[in-house]
């Protein structure tokens, strides 16, 4: 595809159910980034991917939270016991390589709510 | 730790004027700046993207400067529309760690 895409828009949960959020990256760029943007706050840094590979997972918020990529293509975060803290918009964004010298691309995100 | 500040946090104007956003950032030691465009219920757009060797960019009605000594950003937008109504977020990259984003100024211009 032409961008980054992200799946579902949109997710409402019950606290306690996992949660399974998707992106699919700029096809070639070697570098996926996963942000939470919670109401009123700035981005917040959760992960990053090189290749299949997430060398610092210390940004994750708690061990709720964890993050694969497979194929050095799509990537799934998945919240585990869900509370209502996790509610927020989840953002990915790809670049073509790790160094911040290039400009991320971001999603649309994923707007969780958990009831 | 790098800290972005972004002032103002909200700015309302009437269309038709210029105006500037402010972003500062306290690690002058930084790889490029970027400056995102974010509508209500979206994700990122960016708009402009500073390498650490350059002074500013442009794109159309947009113009973004770079000074690292003094940790500053400024976006100018020429001849505002109410299209340009959104939120502008900058954020700061420092090599191989994530980028640093600002809170945001939210913008709205009065038709």
């Known amino acids: 595809g032409a961008g980054v895409s992200q799946s579902p828009s949109n997710k409402v949960t019950e606290k306690g159910k996992d949660v399974e959020l998707r992106c699919d990256p700029i096809?070639?760029?070697?570098?996926l980034y996963w942000y939470r943007q919670s109401l009123g706050q700035g981005l917040e840094f959760l992960i990053y991917f090189q290749g299949n590979s997430a060398p610092d997972k210390s940004g994750l918020p708690s061990d709720r939270f964890s993050a694969e990529r497979t194929g050095g293509s799509v990537s799934t975060l998945t919240i585990q016991r869900t509370q209502q803290e996790d509610s927020a918009v989840y953002l990915c964004?790809?670049?073509?390589?790790?160094?911040?010298?290039?400009?991320?691309?971001f999603g649309p995100g994923t707007r969780l709510t958990v009831l | 730790k790098q800290e972005v500040t972004q002032i103002p946090a909200a700015l309302s104007v009437p269309e038709g004027e210029n105006l500037v956003l402010n972003c500062s950032f306290t690690d002058s030691a930084i790889y490029n700046l970027q400056w995102f465009r974010q509508d209500p219920g979206k994700g990122l757009t960016s708009l402009l993207l500073i390498q650490s060797s350059q002074r500013e960019q442009t794109s159309g009605r947009l113009n973004a400067s770079l000074d690292k000594s003094s940790g500053r950003s400024t976006l100018y937008i020429a001849a505002s529309q109410p299209g340009d109504s959104a939120t502008y977020l900058c954020?700061?990259?420092?090599?191989?760690?994530?980028?640093?984003f600002g809170k945001g100024t939210r913008l709205s211009v009065i038709a």
């Open positions: 954020a700061v990259g420092s090599g191989n760690t994530p980028l640093v």
């Open positions: 096809s070639g760029h070697t570098a």
């Open positions: 964004a790809s670049s073509p390589g790790l160094s911040t010298y290039n400009e991320q691309f």
